[in-house]
């Protein structure tokens, strides 16, 4: 039984473009088969670059470099106090624990 008895069409074959005889010394531009259609999915996807680096990152493999210890710096010096007085005048601590104070902080509220 035939194509074209199943299903009522006959079957047409086309030539393509690239099966044309070319001409002597003439250049064509190189054939799109399946009409321009892009891979977008890999089987094998490139490694990102986070992976790329823990891959590839530099490993100990010498004795000496595995045993070797980290660095020892000396201690840091203490912190400065977070909050200091430039002078110790009454007067002046007084400003600033107003300045400081919660109470004045607080935006009056427009009644």
């Known amino acids: 039984m035939s194509t074209s008895a199943l299903f009522g069409a006959q079957l047409v074959?086309?030539?393509?473009?690239?099966?044309?005889?070319?001409?002597?010394?003439?250049?064509?531009?190189?054939?799109?088969?399946?009409?321009?259609?892009?891979?977008?999915?890999?089987?094998?996807?490139?490694?990102?670059?986070?992976?790329?680096?823990?891959?590839?990152?530099?490993?100990k493999t010498q004795p000496w470099d595995i045993k070797r210890k980290p660095t020892v710096y000396a201690p840091l010096p203490p912190l400065p106090p977070e909050w200091t007085f430039a002078s110790e005048d009454s007067s002046s601590s007084e400003v600033a624990q107003t300045a400081v104070s919660p109470s004045s902080a607080q935006s009056p509220s427009a009644d």
């Open 13 to 59: 074959a086309v030539r393509g473009p690239w099966a044309a005889p070319a001409s002597v010394g003439a250049r064509r531009a190189a054939p799109s088969y399946g009409g321009g259609l892009v891979i977008e999915c890999s089987s094998r996807p490139n490694k990102k670059a986070t992976a790329h680096h823990k891959k590839t990152r530099p490993r």
